[in-house]
């Protein structure tokens, strides 16, 4: 079965850390630039960081730039994103996509170029 499926979501106190998971089966994730968005409550999805297919080159939101980090591990066929330093405002269900487009930019900003995507991981930042 072709999939997606985030995991690592959770309940966590401001300031902490996250990591979430994006395993793929039944596809190799490594032919694919890869895309995480979130989606909070009453708002629209927004796409907040992206890795690129070709080179791993990496692409942040200025909302997570220097907070989060997006990484892929090829073997694992999954791709992670690291999250620290979170605050309420992080509170939302966090997805991830593929990049339909092949390109070495993967452009998180266009959320039309994503086609698959996961089911979606709530994080919940909260004391």
């Known amino acids: 079965q072709v999939q997606l499926v985030e995991s690592g979501g959770g309940l966590v106190q401001p300031g902490g850390s996250l990591r979430l998971s994006c395993a793929a089966s039944?596809?190799?994730?490594?032919?694919?630039?890869i895309g995480w968005f979130r989606q909070a409550p009453g708002k629209e999805r927004e796409g907040i960081s992206c890795i690129s297919r070709y080179d791993g080159s990496t692409y942040y939101a200025a909302s997570v730039k220097g907070r989060f980090a997006i990484s892929r591990d090829n073997a694992k066929n999954t791709v992670y994103l690291q999250m620290n330093s979170l605050q309420p405002e992080d509170t939302a269900v966090y997805y991830c996509?593929?990049?339909?487009?092949?390109?070495?930019?993967?452009?998180?900003?266009?959320?039309?170029?994503?086609?698959?995507w996961g089911q979606g991981t709530q994080v919940t930042v909260s004391s």
């Open positions: 996509a593929t990049d339909r487009i092949s390109s070495y930019e993967c452009a998180f900003w266009d959320r039309s170029r994503y086609d698959r």
């Open positions: 039944g596809f190799t994730l490594a032919s694919y630039g």
